[in-house]
């Protein structure tokens, strides 16, 4: 475990795309954030934090080769802290249209399905929040708060899950959160400026609560 001013962040490296800019934002913010696929370093971490960019399909079957399912799962059962990142976020539901064949983690019910045709695939863009129900992580966001998407394809889960949508040809989901232990969001935190420091610096908040309850 890092010194308790700067709380270890395990961000889960299976070696797809740029996870260092999920590592890079968690940094900014205070944490002591490490792009790790070691199960010690993991299973040590006060949080976790699993990002994501590309294929559905091929994001999973790089997660099993790396030998990271168990430890995701394992992590998230935990009641640690643990955030879902864009295609990270897709990961953690039953499965996805874009890979059928290929299963996911199954954290939350529910698969994703391509975004409605009408605008162009993938929504590139800045889009506000929706927000429907209070979540700890999008405190002080107010009611304009902008983030950044990149993605082809939105989960479609029950609404209970669902904390925030975007407006992108219809209401998409674009954040859940799980008993407030679990989080996901469609968009990208470390690349929507000011308003994703905010939600980063809400989520080092959560580690930090975390972190007090356990040492009692």
Not at 8 to 19: E, K, R, S, T
Not at 55 to 77: I, K, Q, W
Not at 88 to 114: D, H, I, K, T, Y
Not at 188 to 197: A, I, M, Q, T
């Amino acid at each position: 475990m890092s010194d308790r001013s700067r709380p270890l962040v395990a961000v889960l490296d299976y070696g797809i795309g740029n996870l260092r800019s999920a590592q890079k934002g968690f940094e900014r913010v205070g944490a002591d954030a490490r792009l790790t696929a070691d199960h010690g370093l993991i299973a040590d971490a006060a949080a976790v934090v699993l990002p994501g960019v590309g294929h559905f399909g091929t994001c999973m079957r790089e997660l099993r080769a790396a030998g990271l399912e168990d430890a995701t799962l394992s992590a998230v059962a935990s009641g640690r802290p643990f955030l879902g990142i864009c295609v990270g976020m897709q990961m953690l539901f039953e499965g996805s249209a874009e890979a059928p064949e290929v299963s996911g983690l199954g954290v939350f019910p529910g698969r994703s399905v391509m975004i409605p045709a009408g605008l162009p695939r993938p929504q590139m863009q800045w889009n506000r929040l929706d927000v429907l129900r209070p979540s700890a992580l999008l405190a002080g966001l107010g009611d304009d708060a902008w983030m950044y998407f990149v993605h082809s394809f939105s989960a479609e889960t029950d609404d209970e899950f669902v904390v925030a949508t975007c407006d992108y040809v219809s209401d998409l989901t674009a954040m859940v959160d799980r008993d407030g232990t679990v989080w996901a969001t469609q968009f990208h935190p470390e690349k929507s400026g000011n308003r994703g420091r905010q939600f980063a610096t809400n989520f080092m908040a959560e580690v930090e609560r975390s972190l007090d309850n356990s040492r009692r």
